[in-house]
């Protein structure tokens, strides 16, 4: 008689065995919603408008005569709930029956509708800044170029992050709490640049050098007062002949799409995003009695807009690196 060996126990192995858990994937951090003031005060319709003033004027003023009355520049900012989104999966009761993983999965369609939901925020707050901008757009603030390529054929350099720097403090904007919100490549550029390398030379630069500029897409090191951040959500751009901060060498992102990086102050008194949540993501569910299947939906009304252009400076980068 012969025991039990592989040869005679073929029908009682199994060729192939199945995990009791789902394998989920990376999940990258989120970095624009933390810089949008939601807006409040908007009870009902989709169109919200703030009234804007400007500066008051002085003029030369002659002993014993009438002074010169002048009216503030007045302005309006118009801001629209315009994204109106939905999320939804089924699944059949046949389904739910026969897949293994079936109570397992359907618990992930709320996190997951809902996570979409908030990339497709973080996307437009990304884009807002694009919003209006022309081919080769430069969105010039009181004359300040607030635009430009980066400064080494389309790769970003710390003279860039100088430079936008000076644009912002032009524009009055408050020296605290100084952002940057780049792509992966442009970290990649400066963590490799040969002015940073050696260290003995720039002993402030030492920290980018030995531990990269980021670390879970947060900041390690500042850079000429920017806490630099890395995101995966930077818009595109498809400019022909965009020019460097020289306001003469151009360089296209047309054929490989650019990436808009973005530098700004983060004070809560010139957050540079204005967004309001007309319905905030709400959940619906129902079983179909018609098709015999569960059914699951997550939808939301929103909108966001750049609020303050002379807050924001975008370097735009290639990604080819």
Not at 51 to 65: L, R, T
Not at 179 to 199: G, K, R, Y
Not at 238 to 247: H, Q, V, Y
Request: net charge negative.
């Amino acid at each position: 008689m012969s025991g039990m060996n592989t040869a005679n126990s073929t029908l009682l192995t199994r060729t192939e065995v199945w995990s009791s858990e789902l394998k989920e994937i990376l999940r990258d951090e989120m970095q624009a919603q933390r810089y949008v003031r939601m807006l409040e005060g908007f009870p009902d319709g989709n169109t919200f408008h703030i009234p804007s003033i400007g500066q008051a004027q002085v003029d030369n003023y002659n002993e014993d005569s009438s002074v010169e009355y002048r009216p503030l520049d007045t302005g309006e900012f118009t801001f629209s709930v315009d994204k109106y989104l939905s999320s939804a999966t089924y699944m059949t009761k046949k389904a739910e029956q026969d897949t293994f993983y079936g109570n397992e999965l359907m618990s992930r369609f709320v996190p997951e509708q809902e996570r979409a939901i908030m990339a497709h925020f973080e996307t437009t707050t990304m884009a807002a800044s694009e919003a209006g901008i022309s081919n080769n757009g430069q969105a010039l603030v009181d004359g300040g170029i607030h635009r430009f390529s980066g400064g080494n054929a389309g790769k970003i350099e710390v003279e860039d992050f100088a430079y936008a720097r000076m644009k912002l403090k032009m524009a009055n904007v408050p020296d605290q709490n100084m952002i940057a919100i780049v792509d992966p490549s442009v970290e990649f550029t400066i963590n490799t640049l040969s002015q940073l390398a050696a260290v003995t030379n720039n002993p402030k630069f030492e920290g980018i050098v030995s531990k990269g500029i980021a670390s879970g897409m947060r900041f390690v090191a500042n850079v000429y007062g920017f806490d630099v951040y890395t995101s995966n959500y930077c818009a595109s751009a498809t400019d022909t002949a965009l020019k460097e901060r020289d306001n003469s060498t151009t360089n296209a992102f047309n054929s490989t799409n650019g990436k808009v990086n973005l530098f700004f102050s983060a004070d809560s008194t010139v957050n540079p995003f204005v967004g309001a949540w007309r319905q905030q993501p709400e959940v619906d569910y129902e079983y179909n009695k018609d098709y015999q299947r569960h059914e699951f939906v997550t939808t939301a009304r929103y909108g966001v807009k750049l609020y303050r252009p002379e807050n924001m400076v975008r370097v735009i980068t290639t990604p080819t690196v």
